[in-house]
């Protein structure tokens, strides 16, 4: 399945980083091909660090900055009752966590004012207009992270390459990080890290689906 999933593709030798030598079985027309074998084992280690979070009754902040990326975190977070952050990182999401959390808040409560039909007594049509609009550029923001309480416990990363900002602000944090990674990132920035395509949806698809069956489990 890993195979047919081009789990083992990496990126070009050009692009190599050498820190991810220890996870190449070997360069094959230019393109680095990666150890299936070390793939699975990184994949179990990771999972376990994951279920010791959840057991803990932790909670683990899913990212997904890749278009190929976000579906199916999206729903892997809905499925843990986790939060997630899907296509852009803001900037202090985990370093400034305090601002962060007063923009769900505000969220929230004009969710409720929409819901009560609070609108419908304070605004003039213009206005519950510009609210609806103000509404929906926020949820685009932070509907993912209404779960994020509190400083999650880890931090999941659907592509390491891709990530180098909420990665930072976690490990400044003091975090854990884990991390799919291709062959042009650095593992040695995050505490587990699964070497695999991050640049194919059928990869990421099948470490995700994986994840969340032995997470279900």
């Given at each position: 399945?890993?195979?047919?999933?081009?789990?083992?593709?990496?990126?070009?030798?050009?692009?190599?980083?050498?820190?991810?030598?220890r996870?190449?079985?070997?360069?094959?027309?230019?393109?680095?091909?990666?150890?299936?074998?070390?793939?699975?084992?990184?994949?179990?280690?990771?999972?376990?660090?994951?279920?010791?979070?959840?057991?803990?009754?932790?909670t683990?902040?899913?990212?997904?900055?890749?278009?190929?990326?976000?579906?199916?975190?999206?729903?892997?977070?809905?499925?843990?009752?986790?939060?997630?952050?899907?296509?852009?990182?803001?900037?202090?999401?985990?370093?400034?966590?305090?601002?962060?959390?007063?923009?769900?808040?505000?969220?929230?409560?004009?969710?409720?004012?929409?819901?009560?039909?609070?609108?419908?007594?304070?605004?003039?049509?213009?206005?519950?207009?510009?609210?609806?609009?103000?509404?929906?550029?926020?949820?685009?923001?932070?509907e993912?992270?209404?779960?994020?309480?509190?400083?999650?416990?880890?931090?999941?990363?659907?592509?390491?390459?891709?990530?180098?900002?909420?990665?930072?602000?976690?490990?400044?944090m003091?975090?854990?990080?884990?991390?799919?990674?291709?062959?042009?990132?650095?593992?040695?920035?995050?505490?587990?890290?699964?070497?695999?395509?991050?640049?194919?949806?059928?990869?990421?698809?099948?470490?995700?689906?994986?994840?969340?069956?032995?997470?279900?489990?």
């Open positions: 399945d890993m195979l047919k999933a081009g789990m083992h593709f990496g990126r070009k030798k050009t692009v190599f980083h050498p820190a991810m030598k996870y190449v079985f070997t360069v094959r027309d230019g393109i680095c091909i990666i150890d299936l074998i070390k793939t699975k084992t990184q994949l179990t280690n990771t999972i376990e660090a994951l279920r010791r979070v959840i057991k803990d009754n932790g683990i902040l899913f990212v997904a900055l890749t278009k190929q990326s976000i579906n199916a975190i999206k729903d892997l977070a809905e499925h843990l009752n986790m939060p997630y952050v899907i296509d852009r990182w803001l900037g202090g999401t985990l370093t400034n966590f305090k601002v962060l959390n007063s923009r769900v808040k505000k969220l929230e409560e004009m969710e409720i004012q929409k819901k009560t039909g609070e609108l419908e007594n304070k605004y003039t049509k213009k206005e519950r207009l510009l609210f609806e609009r103000e509404m929906v550029k926020m949820a685009s923001k932070f993912g992270l209404k779960k994020l309480t509190k400083m999650p416990d880890l931090v999941f990363v659907s592509s390491l390459k891709e990530s180098a900002l909420p990665v930072r602000e976690a490990k400044r003091g975090i854990k990080v884990a991390a799919i990674s291709n062959t042009d990132a650095d593992p040695e920035t995050v505490d587990y890290v699964i070497p695999a395509n991050d640049r194919s949806k059928k990869s990421v698809d099948l470490i995700v689906q994986n994840i969340k069956k032995e997470l279900t489990e």
